[in-house]
């Protein structure tokens, strides 16, 4: 039997999504779906496998990069976003905090005040490079950190409803093509997946998908500045 809870999920068609949603649809944990993305067509299918576990889908067209008008969701239960851009370059401030940071925070807050009387959970994805800016990719940084301050002020704020801030680590997505990371740090899509349902249950607040990843964080952040700021990664 479907759940009758429905859930908002902000960038359905990121790599980590996918996997995420379908195990959503085996496990019948919802009744209605809101899948939002930039390029609609990649839903497709998850929107398919959705409708034939019998859940509602409704599939709407988003881009965080330019202005959009507020979504009246109601009574959603449940709020996860996977939303994100990596930059190419340090010279992209603008979007990349737009993209990152503010239209998220935007949407986030438009979503928690049409349903204060139901929302039961907000996760947002955010990214180890949020945890110490590197010079490399300081705005890409710079964004996820205010994203990951963002999300920390949720919770301390409201406490009707639960807030989960996720740290990925390296997760074998599209963005990790070509790339060589220590496979001791790095999941598959579908772990991580299994993951994000087993915090939707039991994870509030700031959660890392390795514990390497938490000892890792805690280093980043001890290394005195004079230090950090002449390591080049």
Known sequence: MVNNQSIVILGASADMAKPFIEKLAVAKQFGTYYLLARDVTKLNDIKNTLVLSGAEVNVLPVDLSQPFEPFYFKEVHCFVSFAGWLPENNNQIDKSMLVNYEAIKQFTLDLITNNSDTLEHVML??????????QRNWNYGAAKAALHKFALELQRTYTGFKTTLVIPGYVQTKMLDGLKTPAALTISTEAMADK??????TKPGLVYSQTAWRVIGMILLLIPEFIFKRLKF
């Open 125 to 134: 994805i955010g990214s180890i490079a949020g945890v110490r800016v590197r």
């Open 196 to 201: 994000l349902i087993g915090y939707l249950k």
